[in-house]
């Protein structure tokens, strides 16, 4: 699809509203866990506008302890190759945007299991994501000329929207195992968020509810319960030029329970994390981010984890 500029202005509101958005969404592919400080979910984007990405995502994390897995001092390297595919669109007389990610990943753990030391490998598909969002407020669906028009007039504006995150159980997973890259069960993401733009400032605010199914194939025959997950993720993004921004995030979640055969294993989980984001322009069409995301646990079950990635995006 193309667009016509009315001035250097719109032209440029338009590539940074495409390329700043389109960058986000490669982090729902399962490479990191669901405590992911992302920015730009809830971006204005074109109706009929279209994205591919491709993102490399390494992490190392330190597991303290993990009742369920019966996993002590347990150290974690995964790395991910993740594609995602955004579409925009009119739903109800509201702009819209579809997403679906996927990653294939390769990880290791070393520790104790069950105080023995042990050590194994996996690789394979991660559970696929497909995510939902409506801007409820601001943010009208709008395409070409009068999409440009509409961006390159607002100075200060506020946007509200409301998305649901679903994780599939597509992912690698062997029953007879304890350690796996996909979960065996559906996740539920209800989402709220509100964004705020003022000249080159933007801040934002994204709750979330994290719902679990059971399952039903857990290790050995066994069935695994989780309890919901609450979490609260911010941003503050400086724009400078079109479709070039830094952003500082932070984020924390509490909850998530486990039971396991309708055994509580007393393992709530409060995680804080942040992370810091640029995004750079490559032309008018593409653009790369580099993203740090640092996780520390302040349960005494939990872990701290440092990531690394490396996205780009293209759109039409």
């Not at 971006?43 to 994205?51: A, C, K, Q, R």
């Not at 009068?146 to 504006?157: L, N």
């Not at 989780?226 to 984020?251: C, D, E, L, T």
């Not at 486990?258 to 393992?267: L, S």
């Amino acid at each position: 699809m193309s667009f016509s500029f009315s001035s250097v202005h719109s032209a440029g509101s338009l590539i940074h509203v495409r390329l700043s958005a389109g960058l986000f969404f490669l982090a729902f592919a399962g490479a990191c866990h669901a405590l992911d400080p992302d920015p730009r979910r809830w971006n204005h984007l074109p109706v009929g506008s279209n994205f591919i990405g491709a993102a490399y995502v390494y992490t190392e994390a330190d597991i303290y302890i993990d009742p369920v897995l019966l996993l002590e001092d347990v150290n974690m390297e995964k790395q991910s190759w993740a594609f995602a595919y955004v579409h925009a669109f009119e739903l109800l007389g509201k702009s819209a945007r579809i997403d679906v990610a996927q990653a294939y990943q390769k990880a290791s753990w070393t520790g104790l299991l069950e105080g023995v030391p042990a050590s194994t490998s996996r690789s394979g598909w991660s559970d696929t994501v497909v995510r939902l969002g409506v801007n409820l407020y601001g943010a009208p669906p709008l395409s070409g000329k009068k999409f440009s028009d509409y961006r390159a007039q607002q100075k200060v504006e506020t946007i509200v929207g409301a998305g649901l995150v679903v994780r599939l159980p597509t992912g690698h997973y062997e029953a007879d195992k304890l350690v796996n890259l996909g979960e065996n069960r559906f996740v539920f993401m209800p989402q709220l968020g509100i964004v705020h733009n003022r000249g080159q400032w933007t801040t934002e605010l994204t709750g979330e509810v994290e719902i679990f199914t059971d399952n039903d194939s857990f290790y050995n025959g066994n069935t695994l319960e989780q309890k919901p997950m609450y979490i609260a993720i911010a941003h503050i993004m400086r724009s400078f030029n079109p479709g070039q921004w830094i952003g500082v995030s932070f984020g924390a979640e509490y909850g998530g329970e486990n039971t396991v055969n309708g055994v509580d294993k007393d393992d709530t989980k409060h995680n804080v994390g942040w992370a810091l984001t640029y995004s750079h322009p490559v032309n008018r069409q593409a653009g790369v981010k580099i993203k740090y995301i640092g996780i520390n646990k302040k349960e005494f079950t939990g872990y701290h984890s440092n990531t690394l990635m490396l996205s780009g995006v293209f759109s039409w």
